[in-house]
């Protein structure tokens, strides 16, 4: 079901066949994208052409070619930079943090950790938006749909487009 | 324009009026036009333009509302918005393609969702189809184009406006045109009323040809100018037209005194009395000749014309004309050239050629004028031939005159010894011899006179026909038996004034000559005609005269006349016939006898045929006087009257007077008129008749003498007697023999009859008048 544009974006539809890979290819398609709809605080970036930092936190789900895919990728005018950990240090850089769902456990850890940061985080475990998370993927009616914490944002000083409100939806919990 | 487009719209012929005012409304309509289709088709772009612009604005708001849609494929506000767009009821369909092409979200009019199909593209932008617009944009997100909004707008509502549009356009151009139509016809006359009032004075000025006219000038402006230049050309015009019309007046005046001068010219030229041929120089040709030329030469004009004189042989000698031409070469001018020059009968006749080179045209011409002097040349040798006749006359009547006195001696007293009665028979006889051959004497010294233009003639009333027969009967005698002698006399033959004797004589004579020309015999016819002479002929004969005449004529069958000797017979003393044959005298006689009686003479001979003469006598046909021929009266007898006698001769003087005298006269006389007229002023004789001698010498003749007693004292009777020649033709000289005139020799006894006779007569106060005829 291609009929997610989304991930015809980062020309990954014609590959899947597993429709557990196409999602977490979607999801990762997504997360490049959000970058088009977030404005960071102006202390999230030194000088204009430095690039997003997106992070992942943790098991990988997106696959061997998301380096790459990530690497091409332009918003507005920044470059992508793909950063894995498997510790929560150095997380603050991050602009985009997706938290794997192996990291459960720490959540609440590590989201205490970029309490302060600009860090937009990210993640597809259940409750993830209820516990801090900015954004959370769910899945609606077979399709990749996310939640967005707007609070949680706010808390971090992240502007979320309205257009990104619009096609999410918007959960206003406690950070 | 050609074929039936310009049958329909014959725009030249239009009026002014009309032009302008369909320039008028064309101008307007057309610009009118003009701008509301530019507006109409300004606003039609423009309305485009904003429907596509305001179309080009709703799909960049979708668009932009749709970023985030078509990134993470949610096509639920798009469908939102798009569902917003419904507010336009003009929208057909809208519609938000994913970067697949797939549709995200399509809204549909609900009037057309039965037929709808989706319009493609290739591009950015718009373009207007079946009344719709449709429009497709390309929706650019983070630089790549993830999606693309398809707009569908129905144009309808253009559609109407337009129309409306249209509908306004053309109430507004209809009423513009009306105003402008109204307008115009009022004010084009600002313009064309001069021009229809100067088209009028141009007509008036052609049809009528009045040039007096002018047009008036309402404006400044080119039609003013035009108005100005018009009304010069006519003073122009005008003034060229007097002008002209004095021309043509002069030109005509000239025409016609050139015409009148070249008819003076022609006529002249034709009129003239000479001939005149006008002759190219170069050529030889003739150019033209007058009628003259024709007439004297003999030719139609067609023939002459455009020869030469060569050609048409005019020259006898050709060199003539060389040398004559040569002349007029060499002198410019010829004058009184002799030349002989020959007509179209072959007849040649002397002229004299005067030559004159004139220009003529561009061509040198020569002018021949021609003198035909063969009438003259004929006439001078008439004349010498008659004035050598005249002085052999003179000649002869002088001794004749000498003679006569003689003879009257003579005879005189030869009579008186014979009458005296007293000699025997032997004497009477010789002395009677002496008489006859007296007689014989004065008749040859008559002969001798009468040849000469002015003899004694005594005219009276007679008929050739008498005389005729009287001739003939002596004739029978002289001719001979083998002559036979004819006469043919015109029954009714008009009566001649003549002399009888003489006329015998010259009958004599010509049957004299025909005897000799006749030796073997042959035919001598006498007959007479009277016929009527008219002027042409007399023209031609210049000694004949017009009128009635009387010709006698005298035939021969002799031996005839060559042309030479007929051109000399009547010489005095020339003759055919050998030494003392002939006196030569006969026919100078004829010829003399002819011209007294106021008459000519043809002669028409031929060698070996015979010889006619014709003699014309003038006929007379006045009632004859009373025959003066007097018969002697036997008894003389005298008188005691007082006679003065004139005679410059001293012995006829003395016989005369002693003759009178014998006879009882008282007897005066004088040796010449002048001794007489002394003689009479000194001593008044009384005088009762004057016997005097017409010629005489010291310059005062009888008559002048007998005028002057007369005039003295018209009771004084007059007797004249000569043996001269003298003047008979003279009107105011009455000479009547028996009368007053005594012709010498005379005998003795005719003196004292006539002496007796004039004495006898009844006074009459002034001389007799003329006789006619004479």
């Known amino acids: 079901m291609c009929g997610m544009c989304g991930a015809g974006l980062l020309g990954v539809c014609a590959d899947a066949k597993d429709p557990a890979e196409l999602e977490n290819q979607l999801k990762g398609a997504f997360l490049v994208k959000f970058a088009l709809f977030v404005e960071w605080p102006p202390r999230a970036f030194m000088k204009p052409n430095d690039p997003i930092v997106l992070g992942i936190l943790g098991k990988d789900p997106f696959g061997d070619q998301f380096e790459l895919a990530v690497q091409t990728q332009v918003a507005n005018g920044r470059r992508f930079v793909l950063k894995r950990f498997q510790e929560p240090n150095g997380l603050e850089a991050c602009h985009i943090l997706f938290i794997s769902s192996s990291e459960k456990e720490r959540l609440p850890e590590i989201l205490q950790t970029l309490r302060n940061s600009f860090t937009l985080t990210v993640g597809d475990m259940a409750n993830f938006a209820e516990k801090g998370g900015i954004l959370e993927f769910i899945k609606e009616e077979g399709k990749v749909r996310f939640e967005i914490n707007v609070d949680a944002a706010e808390s971090k000083n992240l502007k979320i487009s309205a257009k990104l409100l619009q096609v999410s939806k918007p959960i206003r919990r406690g950070p | 324009m050609s074929g039936p487009f310009r049958h329909w719209f014959n725009f030249r012929k239009w009026s002014i009026q ?216 006519l003073v122009q015009i005008q003034a060229r037209e007097t002008a002209l019309q004095r021309q043509i007046a002069e030109r005509k005046k000239a025409e016609e005194a050139l015409h009148q001068s070249q008819e003076r010219f022609s006529k002249a030229f034709q009129a003239s009395s000479i001939a005149i041929a006008i002759v190219s120089f170069r050529s030889g040709r003739i150019l033209d000749v007058n009628e003259f030329f024709l007439k004297l030469f003999g030719y139609e004009r067609g023939e002459v014309v455009g020869h030469t004189a060569l050609d048409l042989a005019l020259w006898v000698d050709p060199q003539d004309r060389a040398k004559l031409v040569e002349l007029a070469r060499a002198r410019g001018s010829v004058r009184n050239f002799e030349g002989h020059l020959r007509t179209k009968t072959g007849e040649t006749r002397t002229t004299l050629v005067s030559v004159e080179s004139v220009e003529l045209g561009n061509e040198t011409c020569l002018l021949f004028i021609t003198h035909d002097i063969s009438e003259r040349l004929n006439l001078e040798a008439q004349l010498r031939q008659s004035q050598k006749m005249e002085a052999v006359g003179q000649l002869a009547a002088g001794v004749a005159h000498d003679f006569n006195n003689i003879m009257t001696i003579i005879q005189g007293h030869t009579d008186l010894v014979l009458s005296s009665g007293q000699l025997d028979g032997e004497m009477s006889e010789a002395l009677q011899q002496v008489c006859a051959a007296a007689d014989q004497a004065t008749n040859l010294t008559r002969q001798l006179l009468t040849f000469s233009r002015k003899p004694l003639v005594q005219l009276h009333w007679l008929n050739l026909n008498e005389i005729i027969d009287q001739a003939a009967q002596m004739l029978g005698r002289t001719l001979g038996e083998h002559i036979a002698l004819k006469c043919h006399c015109a029954p009714e033959l008009p009566g001649i004034r003549g002399d009888a004797g003489m006329l015998q004589q010259l009958i004599m004579n010509l049957a004299v000559n025909a005897r000799d020309a006749m030796p073997r015999g042959g035919e001598l016819t006498l007959g007479t005609t009277a016929l009527k002479i008219d002027s042409e002929y007399a023209k031609a004969h210049p000694e004949a005269r017009p009128g009635e005449v009387v010709c006698l004529t005298v035939t021969d069958t002799g031996c005839g006349m060559d042309a030479k000797t007929l051109s000399r017979i009547f010489e005095p003393f020339f003759t055919t016939k050998g030494v003392g044959k002939g006196t030569g005298l006969g026919l100078a006689m004829v010829y003399g006898i002819v011209n007294q009686h106021q008459g000519w003479i043809n002669v028409a001979s031929e060698v070996g045929a015979g010889t006619t003469f014709k003699l014309f006598f003038p006929a007379d046909s006045h009632a004859s006087e009373s025959s003066a021929a007097t018969s002697p009266d036997p008894v003389l007898r005298g008188g005691t009257e007082t006679i003065f006698v004139v005679e410059d001769e001293p012995k006829v003087r003395r016989f005369v007077c002693s003759r009178l005298r014998q006879y009882g006269y008282q007897v005066l006389e004088a040796a010449s008129g002048l001794e007489a007229l002394r003689f009479w002023e000194e001593q008044q004789p009384k005088v009762d008749l004057l016997l005097t001698d017409l010629m005489m010498p010291e310059g005062i003749f009888g008559r002048d003498l007998a005028e002057r007693l007369q005039a003295a004292q018209p009771t004084l009777k007059v007797i004249f007697t000569s043996g001269y020649a003298f003047d008979a033709t003279d009107e105011d000289f009455a000479l009547e023999e028996g009368r007053n005139f005594l012709p010498k020799p005379y005998p003795p006894h005719r003196l004292i009859q006539i002496v007796r006779n004039c004495l006898d007569q009844p006074n009459r106060a002034q001389p007799p008048k003329s006789r006619e005829g004479i």
């Open chain 2, 18 to 233: 009309r032009k302008l005012m369909v320039i008028i409304l064309v101008t307007t309509g057309g610009a009118l036009l003009l701008a509301c289709g530019a507006f109409v088709v300004n606003d039609f772009l423009a309305y485009r333009r904003s429907v596509a612009k305001d179309l080009s604005t709703k799909a960049r708001i979708i668009g932009y509302g749709s970023t985030a849609a078509l990134t993470f494929g949610q096509p639920k506000p798009v469908e939102e918005i798009i569902t917003a767009l419904q507010a336009d009821p003009d929208l057909i369909s809208a519609s938000v393609y994913d970067q697949q092409g797939q549709v995200l979200a399509q809204y549909v009019r609900a009037d057309r969702q039965g037929d709808f199909s989706p319009p493609q593209f290739q591009e950015n932008g718009y373009r207007f189809e079946h009344g719709q617009i449709v429009l497709y944009h390309q929706i650019v997100f983070n630089g790549e184009v993830i999606g693309a909004v398809v707009l569908q707008r129905d144009l309808q509502e253009m559609r109407q406006r337009f129309q409306r549009y249209l509908g306004i356009v053309g109430i507004v151009l209809f009423t513009a045109m009306c105003v402008a139509f109204v307008l115009s016809s009022k004010l084009q006359r600002v313009v064309s009323d001069p021009i229809l009032h100067l088209a009028k004075t141009a007509n008036i000025v052609a049809e009528k040809r009045n040039y007096a006219v002018r047009a008036q000038k309402e404006s400044e402006d080119e039609l003013g100018h035009l108005i100005d230049r018009f009304n010069e050309m």
